[in-house]
């Protein structure tokens, strides 16, 4: 449970400064001076009214994150690879294209785009095909293929269910039934 309320008697009742409420508390001063900056935000004040439960505290500090307005929409990734591998189509094509179409999604793919200049577009291609065929598109794990140079090395084609699962930890279905 949260120390909130605690956190803001100590440092307004008590004059104590973040370092010594985190202290007396087991939490961080950085904790303690989030409490102190969300309690401004939130419009309230210092002492808090006597209404106002833990629960109702923590939910005006900590206010769920705005909506976004719709999902943004995913390319359809079976049809970009399909695409690029047609010749002369390239990943800056496909992105001009689905910019026009869905100018609501087009930000999730400048920082993809943003690795082009850092790598190259031949390696940012290379590892964006990668990551549509292993099914995991995001940036994260174009990222990180990049920066371990695993769009360089051959990608090997593994099928996990031909894999033999002979270890003494794996159990196999024959212990659930």
């Not at 100590?10 to 950085?30: D, I, K, M, W």
């Not at 303690?32 to 009214?49: F, I, K, W």
């Not at 094509?93 to 031949?122: I, P």
């Not at 995001?138 to 371990?148: A, D, Q």
Request: hydrophobic content about 30%.
């Amino acid at each position: 449970m949260r120390k909130i309320r605690e956190a803001l008697r100590l440092h307004f009742e008590c004059g104590f400064n973040h370092r010594e409420v985190g202290r007396a508390l087991g939490t961080s001063p950085t904790t303690v001076g989030q409490y102190v900056r969300r309690l401004e935000r939130a419009g309230l004040s210092y002492p808090l009214p006597p209404a106002l439960g833990d629960d109702e505290l923590e939910a005006r500090l900590f206010p769920p994150p705005p909506r976004v307005e719709g999902e943004r929409p995913a390319p359809h990734w079976p049809t970009v690879r399909r695409e690029l591998a047609r010749k002369g189509v390239t990943l800056d094509l496909l992105w001009n294209e689905y910019k026009a179409e869905h100018a609501d999604g087009y930000r999730a793919c400048l920082g993809v785009l943003r690795l082009g200049k850092d790598y190259g577009n031949a390696r940012l291609e290379a590892a964006c095909c990668r990551a549509i065929d292993l099914k995991a598109p995001s940036y994260r794990f174009i990222s990180s293929t990049l920066k371990n140079g695993l769009d360089q090395s051959p990608q090997t084609e593994t099928d996990q269910a031909s894999l033999p699962l002979t270890h003494p930890n794996v159990r196999g279905p024959d212990y659930y039934h």
